[in-house]
């Protein structure tokens, strides 16, 4: 039997590997903007959290994202990021 390889990606809130769509991914993108990636599929370095506030709350606290993106995430980012984990 063959087992199709699902794609998984780390959150950096409680640190572990998901399923990619169950995450949200934030990307900074090349021009060096950062924003909350809806689709997915833009361009530049992308880092994940899950879709639930326990994870935003410590990717927040332990500045996971600044870290994974090596550059200041902004508070509309962080904004942006949890309403996106409570409009689900
Ligand atoms: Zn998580």
New binding site residues.
């Given amino acids: 039997m063959k087992v199709r390889k699902i794609p998984m990606r780390m ?1 950096v ?2 640190k ?1 590997l ?1 399923v990619k769509k169950e995450l949200l991914r934030i990307v900074a993108l090349p021009t060096g903007e950062i924003e909350v990636d809806n689709t997915g599929k833009k361009s530049g370095r992308g880092v994940y ?2 879709n ?1 506030i ?2 935003f709350e ?1 990717a927040f606290s332990s500045h996971g994202l600044e870290r994974s993106l090596k550059r200041p995430v902004s508070s509309e980012v962080y904004d942006a990021l949890k309403v996106e984990i409570e409009n689900e």
């Fill in positions: 959150c809130g409680c572990e998901k959290v899950c639930n326990n994870c410590k």
